[in-house]
């Protein structure tokens, strides 16, 4: 009976109408994918065309494995049923990552395609739960930051984006390469990566000494971000929302006459007629022409938010949706969101949807001088997250969903590109396996203005990194409910405003409290705008604190720069958890309150009301205080001060 052969350069299994394919694909790494009755597919959602490498591969009867590099794959057929179970290995032969087996009476399925009736499947492919740590996996409101015990849902949401790549302690790093919704559990007897429907299995295993090495790789394997311009490296001024010229012009002309530098000023949501009109509304931007061309006098760069949805009511909707260039609802109306206006997606999986929506961008706000866009509602943020109830050019929402902000950010891209533009950076509210080559720079959404807001999101942004998603940022001072008024709040912003100097992307955001009514000339009232969020506007004692920490980002402008371009060569995070800089310590596996910005500083936020100091961990080596110039031996837990003017950082000296 013969298991296995050799395919040009992959290993071949065809057992009880099974066909699994392993595959080099790329330095130490295998590509695995199986199938029932039928040919696996060549599916590119986020994997690239594979580095060349050389593997070699050895067939027994019941036995064969793969060798690419570090990384070598067995399978054994055993047992009277006959199933099939794979392994990975390093090069000293320790295991790394391993199918469960059948358990014996159980006639357990490691990979389990469970059919839907004359259709795909409902697929889990199940591993052993080792001993090791997780980390990765995107973007997801928990304060967690390894993921062994927990369980995570595979699908988009306002502030969650699901990027299915983990890095293990154990030296390997897994890309779940499958878009479908879905979920994994990272169980302590068992792993178990789960897809509602799908056409076939699909994964991607790296083996590294050391997670920079893992990440190198899988930016091999994905792509690697652009460098980021300029105008990414110092501050971005943000409210929800300027709503009409002279407004923004005048915040832009007070922050040049205080002498504070500013990057990007932006214009939020609605600055348009209808969504999916892709324009400005004249009566409130009469001329973006001489708006761009002013704030580029000052050094800034105008950043416009861009929604996917088309209101049923816009100029463009009855061409998109008679042209098939809309998502389409399975069931019931043809509507996505209820905002302002019924609306509905266009359809980013979709080649002419992006050529169509980038046309218009292009007309309206590129040949007028924006170079930058923020790429909101990019999940996309389906009313009720009804996932089953859509379907896309690419396929159902069950099977492709997770690729859409992916799409979103590729329409941008490959627009700028085709104009002319290097190293397009667009900010995007959400993101999966591959974003990162398309200049997605993602925030992590409408979070609240609370602390336990604030510390989620140092384990958001460090999953990201690890995830491969280098450019990350957040609203400082969270978006929902912040009185500009209220002394608790401002005490937050402060201490969120001197985190964000030592984030990716250093960006002022928020729809403060109390807002402000705008209507037209006409007095018909339209979508309001939130409260005043400048840094002069949270008092006399803030705004010294705020300016200074602007003040230090510029003073990093070249250190963020080069941590830019070791991002966009390696793959390297900006924000690099402790275990992801130290893999040996022990001691850094689990923190989750300090991280490294680099190799260089280590950053340790305070993350509670009212403190004054706090507890932080130095690894071995000397460390010195940023602020005060204080020499501390590592090793060891230290307490230092940390008054509301500071936040603790500290340079690696030894």
């Not at 060349?52 to 590099?69: K, L």
């Not at 530098?261 to 001329?287: A, L, N, S």
């Not at 049923?312 to 998109?320: A, D, V």
């Not at 402000?516 to 000339?521: A, D, G, I, T």
């Amino acid at each position: 009976m013969r298991f296995f052969e050799q395919i040009d350069d992959s290993l071949v299994l065809r057992n009880q109408g099974e066909t699994l394919f392993v595959t080099p694909w790329g330095p130490d790494s295998l590509r695995v994918r199986s199938t029932i009755q039928g040919e696996v597919l060549d599916t590119r959602f986020a994997l690239l065309d594979p580095v060349p490498s050389e593997a070699e591969i050895c067939i027994e009867d019941t036995r064969a494995e793969i060798t690419n590099g570090k990384l070598r794959c067995e399978i054994i057929v055993e047992g009277w049923h006959s199933r099939s179970r794979l392994s990975f290995y390093n090069e000293k032969g320790e295991l790394l990552l391993r199918e469960t087996d059948a358990g014996g009476a159980l006639a357990l399925k490691a990979r389990k395609f469970d059919p839907y009736l004359g259709g795909d499947f409902h697929l889990t492919a199940t591993f052993d739960g080792l001993d090791e740590h997780l980390y990765g996996m995107g973007q997801y409101q928990e304060e967690v930051l390894d993921w062994k015990g927990s369980t995570l849902e595979l699908a988009h949401r306002n502030s969650q984006a699901s990027v299915p790549f983990v890095i293990s302690s154990r030296g390997y790093g897994f890309l779940w390469h499958n878009p479908a919704i879905g979920s994994v559990s990272f169980g302590l007897n068992r792993t178990t990566w789960t897809a509602e429907s799908t056409k076939q299995l699909d994964y991607w295993v790296t083996a590294g000494d050391t997670p920079a090495e893992i990440s190198l790789h899988y930016a091999m394997a994905t792509g690697f971000a652009p460098m980021m311009p300029e105008y990414g490296l110092g501050f971005w001024q943000c409210k929800l929302r300027y709503w009409n010229q002279e407004q923004l012009l005048d915040v832009a002309r007070e922050y040049h006459r205080r002498g504070l530098k500013i990057d990007v000023i932006v214009i939020d949501f609605f600055h348009w007629p209808h969504m999916g009109d892709y324009r400005f509304d004249p009566e409130f931007f009469p001329d973006p022409k001489a708006m761009v061309k002013e704030l580029q006098e000052y050094g800034i760069e105008l950043m416009v938010s861009v929604w996917p949805q088309v209101a049923l009511t816009s100029e463009n909707y009855p061409e998109m949706l008679q042209q098939g260039l809309l998502v389409r609802a399975e069931y019931g109306e043809q509507v996505g969101m209820r905002f302002v206006e019924d609306s509905m997606f266009f359809d980013a999986t979709n080649p002419r949807a992006r050529q169509y929506v980038w046309k218009k961008i292009k007309k309206n706000y590129y040949d007028d001088g924006i170079r930058v866009f923020w790429l909101d509602e990019a999940e996309p943020e389906y009313g009720t997250y009804e996932y089953r109830n859509y379907r896309y050019y690419l396929g159902s929402n069950q099977q492709v969903g997770n690729v859409f902000p992916q799409a979103y950010s590729r329409t941008f891209y490959e627009g700028m590109v085709e104009a002319g533009q290097e190293n397009p950076v667009n900010l995007v509210r959400c993101a999966w396996a591959g974003s990162q080559r398309y200049g997605a720079l993602v925030w992590s959404g409408d979070i609240m203005s609370r602390w336990e807001d604030f510390r989620r999101q140092i384990c958001a942004g460090l999953s990201m990194g690890a995830a491969g998603i280098p450019w990350w940022t957040t609203d400082i001072g969270g978006f929902h409910d912040g009185n500009i008024n209220d002394p608790a709040f401002r005490e937050l912003l402060i201490r969120w405003f001197e985190w964000g100097c030592y984030c990716p992307v250093m960006r002022l955001h928020g729809d403060r409290k109390p807002g402000e009514k705008v209507f037209r000339k006409d007095g018909a009232q339209v979508l309001s705008s939130g409260g005043d969020n400048e840094v002069w506007s949270y008092g006399e004692e803030a705004y010294a604190i705020l300016t200074k920490y602007m003040g230090r980002r510029e003073e990093l402008r070249d250190y963020v720069r080069g941590l830019m371009a070791d991002a966009h060569e390696t793959g390297k995070p900006l924000m690099r958890g402790m275990f992801y800089v130290f893999p040996e310590d022990k001691n850094c596996a689990l923190l989750k309150d300090q991280y490294m910005f680099g190799d260089k500083y280590l950053v340790a936020p305070v993350l509670e009301p009212g403190v004054s100091a706090r507890s932080v961990y130095l690894p071995e080596g000397s460390w010195r205080d940023v602020e005060d110039g204080t020499v501390y031996e590592g090793g060891k837990y230290v307490t230092v001060p940390a008054p509301l003017e500071k936040i603790p950082v500290f340079e690696k000296i030894r």
